[in-house]
């Protein structure tokens, strides 16, 4: 079908930010797909365009595989909208158990949930603390980087530019092959936010040893309770690393949250395996749907 150029169908532009906020305001989103930054970063990766279906404003995207699909319409009327896409055979990713409840019961839709998509969601309070048994290994990990390394830890800020570009740069040498090309449009977008984080109103922390940036993560405030993390990297080489720098993350940045949200794992075992070793209170479920064609 191709990703529909409807008369008023663009790209994202980063002077969209004011109007994507405003909405996103109001509808306190809980899938990590729905920041500005986000969908600014990875437009790109997943061919965003935007466009106005009655009064809702659409994104329409495709995925690492090549399957194409329509996040959920944002204010207005999001009925008409649905009602619309769907008649012409469009495919919603990305519906929350909340949306799925507010607009899409009744047998005239079919849905799958989509695992490899599910937000992991923590107590911002426990990663910040890695008290208690639960982050024991967690708290070891930290420990041991502490016991063997001189380190500094600074709010991330455009005078580390270009020493956090150089690390995330090392960082896909290592890690991006030709079988991953979804790591290659990550750094891509993980590069770009570096560079306009202060625009797109990303915050972070880096962490120096020996005087160097050797890791970096950063994130934004996603709703009223909730922070998220976009990118995190690390000298692969610096065993504990991670640990320290998502420590120090959760301790330093957006702490009148309770919780952050780690976004999606993407089907890879081991990325999954991480993510659940810190013990998520809650995986934020997500569906695709589209119009049954059963009579």
Partial sequence: MGIPDYPSSRPIELYDKPRFDSLFLQLQPRISELTFANLYLFRHAHLYRLTQIGTSLVVFGCGYSGEEYFLPPLGGDVSNALNFLFSKGHVLYGADDEFRAAYLQGPEFDSIEDRDAFDYVYLRNDLATLSGNRYHKKKNRVNYFASRHSFAVDRYSAGYREETLALLEEWRRIRVGPENRSLELEVTAAAEGLEKAEQLGLEGVVVLVEG???????????????????????????????????????????VDCEFVNREQDLGEPSLRKSKLSYQPIELVKKYRFWKSTQK
Wanted: charged share 30%.
């Fill in 212 to 254: 160097r940036v050797k890791a970096y993560v950063l994130g934004e405030r996603m709703n009223a309770r909730t922070s998220v993390c976009h990118f995190e990297k690390a000298d692969p080489f610096l065993d504990g690393l991670y640990q320290v720098v998502d420590q120090e993350f959760n301790r330093r940045c957006f």
